[in-house]
């Protein structure tokens, strides 16, 4: 079992950035699957970026490819998603969360999460 808690949310202005963190508990950081998921008032929880238990693959939503990085540290027991050139509809709580095995994008299939940091972008 691995438990997650996320840091790092703000409020910021369009075109700024912002890395979120996201430390897991526990020593088997490193066989679990960590991904980025976001909430929008109104909302279903949507997929932001997956990366692997290695860290040697990485998958972004096509809204945030090229603006987002997802990272890893094994030592730290961290994961962390660098935001850069925020929008306003970058505006949600964003989530990281955990599963043994492949990467996936639904939510559904993930089986830990952490309780969210809120992430407000203005123009």
């Known amino acids: 079992q691995v438990q997650l808690v996320e840091s790092g949310g703000g409020l910021v202005q369009a075109g700024d950035s912002l890395r979120l963190s996201c430390a897991a508990s526990?020593?088997?950081?490193?066989?679990?699957?960590m991904g980025w998921f976001r909430q929008a008032p109104g909302k279903e929880r949507e997929f932001v970026a997956v990366?692997?238990?290695?860290?040697?693959?990485?998958y972004y939503a096509d809204s945030v490819k090229g603006r987002f990085t997802i990272s890893r540290d094994g030592v730290s027991n961290t994961v962390y998603l660098q935001m850069n050139s925020l929008k306003p509809e970058d505006t949600a709580v964003y989530y990281c969360?955990?599963?043994?095995?492949?990467?996936?994008?639904?939510?559904?299939?993930?089986?830990?999460w952490g309780q969210g940091t809120q992430v407000t972008v203005s123009s």
């Open positions: 990366i692997s238990s290695s860290g040697g693959n990485t």
């Open positions: 969360a955990a599963r043994r095995g492949t990467m996936m994008f639904q939510p559904t299939l993930y089986d830990y």
């Open positions: 526990g020593r088997t950081f490193s066989i679990y699957v």
